[in-house]
């Protein structure tokens, strides 16, 4: 059976203090991603575009013509999740979707004239989104720089470690924690 220090080496914090939910990076992350989503909703409503159909166009404007999947790849989508986004950008007359004619599988994608002459409207939603953010420019820079070096660090992780980490779940020492005592009749129920 194992067993870690409730005390480890994480600066004097004890384990049960990880598990609150504000110490989690996780949902740091997530409550940012929310905070950040309702932002875009009113920054990109006079482009008429949703935020993933903005990102997918900030692919194109940069990347110009893309195969779906490449599109997928810069977005970090599945074609399941993707093929949608584009659909509606098709019919708001953004993007064109057709066959390659080298491979009949692939589909790529471009701005349409419509979709290009967006990009000149959309060039006020980055600096607008900044100035909400109550951050300068060298911060957000320095917050884009570690948020990625984190996903590089999360997407590196082997087989091995990944599966190191499902069998992470450790058996509690000493006393239950105050405020998770079973009675007799959950304890029953639980076994």
């Not at 093929?83 to 993007?95: D, M, Q, T």
């Not at 066959?99 to 009949?104: A, I």
């Not at 911060?139 to 884009?144: S, T």
């Amino acid at each position: 059976m194992h067993h870690t220090d409730t005390h480890g080496s994480h600066g004097g914090a004890r384990d049960e203090d990880f598990l609150r939910l504000d110490h989690q990076i996780c949902f740091s992350l997530h409550a940012a991603t929310r905070a950040f989503n309702g932002v875009y909703r009113i920054a990109l409503k006079d482009l008429g575009l949703t935020y993933p159909q903005y990102l997918v166009m900030l692919v194109l404007w940069e990347h110009g013509e893309l195969p779906v999947k490449r599109i997928g790849e810069h977005l970090r989508l599945d074609s399941g999740t993707l093929s949608p986004l584009l659909k509606r950008l098709e019919a708001a007359g953004y993007v064109e979707r057709r066959r390659s004619p080298e491979d009949e599988r692939s589909v790529t994608v471009r701005p349409t004239p419509d979709g290009t002459a967006l990009r000149r409207r959309a060039l006020g939603v980055p600096r607008r989104i900044s100035a909400v953010t109550g951050m300068s420019l060298d911060e957000l820079r320095d917050l884009r720089t570690r948020l990625g070096a984190l996903t590089d660090a999360l997407d590196e992780l082997g087989a091995d470690e990944l599966e190191n980490l499902a069998n992470c779940a450790v058996e509690p020492v000493g006393p239950e924690p105050v405020g998770h005592e079973t009675t007799g009749a959950q304890a029953g129920a639980a076994s």
